[in-house]
């Protein structure tokens, strides 16, 4: 019945299949490496199913992986199907074991390299550390069903709108991840459309947004003549950002080394644009006086309180509302 022998196994070398019986066959590759598979036909398509290595499945125990592979055709399931099945179950056995804050954490360190602001995994941090854990962050992430989303996010929902609607995105994203690491099964209890908008008022009526509003231009040779009398780093700050129609952020962080003040221009890097892409800015002549006007103190043009540390968003916001 098979044709092989312990002894003869450990003697071949050549690369090929050999054939001990009944779909088993000895595999050995190009480089001499040598396993075992269970070869079969089933709905007239040829199936291949590995069953190990040589080195730690014997031929004894090869055999009988066959027949157990041999048993379950006679029953009409596809071995590499009900393999596949038992793999699924055991890694949902072991998701028991997994809570909801190291899925968090294990996302947080999957994605916090891609994100451009160094402070965006201490906010997700902060946010479900503060909303999340105290409900959900113990219990295994397979159990995390629509009732338990709703008890964290209702509290909230309505008096802290827009940090509950970034904490349901950043959950709905976690347990994406954890459906694809098949650590849980199902739809994502924290989908919005179709699912919790049925369940929680629409945050857009709840807390419309407002911009701010813009300033009449009627307005503006007043500002521009306060903006200018005003003293202090955040005050230029403004004026600087005004003349160059840039960001806050890109501005607070401003460098003189980014700075050609020969060829009037202000290059601003990649890493520190919210497009990811290096920004070129032509320097004006007010802005190139303003820049000239400025003590150097360290590489910051608009240093905070150190001469490393840059200004707060707050203290531009502060002049803003001290003019208004």
Known sequence: MHKLSAVGVGRISKPGHYGDGMGLWLQVSKSGTKSWVFRYTLNHRPREMGLGSVLTVSLSAARERAKQCRALLLEGHDPLDKREAQRTADKLALAKAISFDKCAAAYIAAHKGSWKNAKHASQWENTLATYATPLIGALPVADVDTDLIVKVLSPIWD????????????????LDWATVSKFRQGENPARWRGHLENLLANPNKIAPVRNHPALPWRELHGFMSDLALREGVSARAVHFAILTACRSGEVRGAQWSEIDLEAKVWTVPAERMKAGREHRVPLSTASMDLLKSLQRVGDLVFPGRGTDTPLSDMSLTAVLLRIS
């Open 159 to 174: 008096t802290k709108t827009e940090t509950a609607t970034r904490l349901r995105g950043r959950i709905e994203s976690i």
